[in-house]
Every structure is written in C-alpha cells, then in structure tokens.
C-alpha cells in the first residue's frame, strides 16, 4: 500500500491503479472493519463509485483535477457533508442532515476527493480519548483495538491508520488532531489561523 497521496497520484497517473481500484479497497476494509466504529455515517456505495469512475476516466484522458484527484477520506462528524447526518456525534443531534456541504468539504469534492462518510468523534469535540463516539461507542485503535485512538478527531485517525479512508479532515482547538496522530502513528497537521 501507498503511504503518501503524492505517491498515490503518480501510481494512478502512471496506470498502476484507478481511483476506481484504490475506493473498492478502501470500502473493503470500511466493511470489514467496522468494530472499530471510525465512521457515524456512511454515502450510498453506488454514489461515490460513479465520481470514482469519473476520476478514472480523467485519469484516462491525462486530465486530473490534481494530487486529490479520487482520493478516498473521511470527513469528522461535525463537518458538513450535504445529505449526510451531522451530528457531532450526539444523540441531541440525530437525524439532522447537513444542507449543503461544508467550505471544507466543498474544496475537497471540487478537487475530485472522494467522500466516503462522517467519522466517529468524542460527543461535540469534549473529549481526548475517543471513547465517548456515537451512541456511546468507543472509537478503536486500529494498532491495538484494546486501547483507545485519541480525540476528539478519533474516527479521523481510525479510519486512515485502518485504510478506511486515505486522509481524513478532522477540526482541532485543544489536541484534537494531534493527539490521535500520535495514538495512531500518524501524521496530522493543524494548519495555523490564516
């Protein structure tokens, strides 16, 4: 497996693989790894595989949008994505459907990324292990499902160190993306105000 997404841009510009190959290995591993509760919601399949093929087919022609060009992620649960529940992981907020897309969101699908679902989190950001997602699930470490991921942004970690999803945009004010890179053996960034 590709580690970075610059390298998996030049495999799939090169034709080793199609955004196509790398979503169904992904939502391989959604489906098989769900006991580590990484995501809240998930899009319908058939959905993302169309803008998936899309890709391929831009891929084909020598026309990617750029680097995030069918790039599967998952996007943290307090982040708009239009049509999916947004719930920050509460129950007070269930059933509530995003509108419209995220600015974040918004830049990403313009790209050409592929948003698979809303990953799991401590209930409205208040939290630093992932243990109190969604339902009262915990969120799970993928290198050891014993112990916790760090939060808030759990399922963000979870699902991108379990190859769930390829990147992940979590929201960050205390450690929130910091401290589940570090749990999770990842790199995380929190870009500064401006």
């Known amino acids: 497996m590709v580690k970075t997404i610059r390298e998996t841009h030049k495999h799939m510009l090169?034709?080793?693989?199609?955004?196509?190959?790398?979503?169904?290995?992904?939502?391989?591993?959604?489906?098989?790894k769900k006991f580590l509760n990484a995501f809240v919601t998930m899009r319908n399949y058939e959905d993302v595989q169309k803008e998936a093929e899309a890709a391929d087919a831009r891929f084909k022609e020598g026309t990617p949008l750029g680097?995030?060009?069918?790039?599967?992620?998952?996007?943290k649960d307090n982040i708009f994505v239009k049509g999916l529940q947004a719930s920050a992981a509460s129950q007070a907020l269930e059933g509530f459907i995003a509108p419209m897309h995220a600015t974040t969101t918004q830049r990403l699908v313009d790209h050409g990324c592929l948003v698979l679902g809303t990953?799991?989190?401590?209930?409205?950001?208040?939290?630093?292990?992932?243990?109190?997602?969604y339902k009262g699930t915990m969120v799970r470490?993928?290198?050891?499902?014993?112990?916790?991921?760090?939060?808030?942004?759990?399922?963000?970690?979870?699902?991108?160190?379990?190859?769930?999803?390829?990147?992940?945009?979590?929201?960050?004010?205390?450690?929130?993306?910091?401290?589940?890179?570090?749990?999770?053996?990842l790199f995380g960034l929190k870009p500064s105000f401006g």
């Open 67 to 75: 680097a995030l060009d069918g790039i599967p992620i998952s996007i």
């Open 119 to 133: 990953a799991n989190m401590d209930e409205f950001g208040m939290g630093s292990y992932g243990q109190q997602g």
């Open 14 to 32: 090169a034709g080793s693989f199609t955004p196509s190959d790398l979503l169904e290995t992904m939502w391989g591993n959604v489906e098989s």
């Open 141 to 185: 470490n993928p290198i050891d499902p014993d112990y916790f991921p760090g939060g808030s942004s759990a399922g963000s970690a979870s699902s991108v160190k379990s190859y769930q999803a390829f990147a992940s945009i979590g929201t960050d004010t205390g450690g929130s993306i910091g401290q589940p890179s570090h749990c999770c053996g």
